[in-house]
């Protein structure tokens, strides 16, 4: 799942992951909620601050969910 981080930002990012699929449960499957996650997490990869990593990694995968759940409302109109 993720690219090289250390032990402790594997568990923060899986832990992010987490409270995540539980926002967003009955709005997206958890597979899409781990293609997103798995894109953050790959643009994250050559990050020079990793402790930051699981931070952005939530931030950036909530915006994108928020994205689609958004177009998927907007489609259904």
Do not use: Y
Request: net charge neutral; hydrophobic share 40%.
């Amino acid at each position: 799942m993720k690219p090289g981080f250390d032990e402790n930002v594997d568990k923060q990012i899986e832990t992010e992951v987490r409270t995540i699929k539980a926002e967003f449960v009955g709005k997206l499957t958890e597979e899409s909620i781990d293609l997103v996650a798995h894109e953050s997490i790959a643009r994250l990869a050559g990050s020079k601050v990793p402790q930051f990593v699981p931070l952005f990694v939530g931030r950036f995968t909530r915006e994108r969910l928020r994205e689609l759940v958004a177009a998927g409302k907007a489609s259904e109109r």
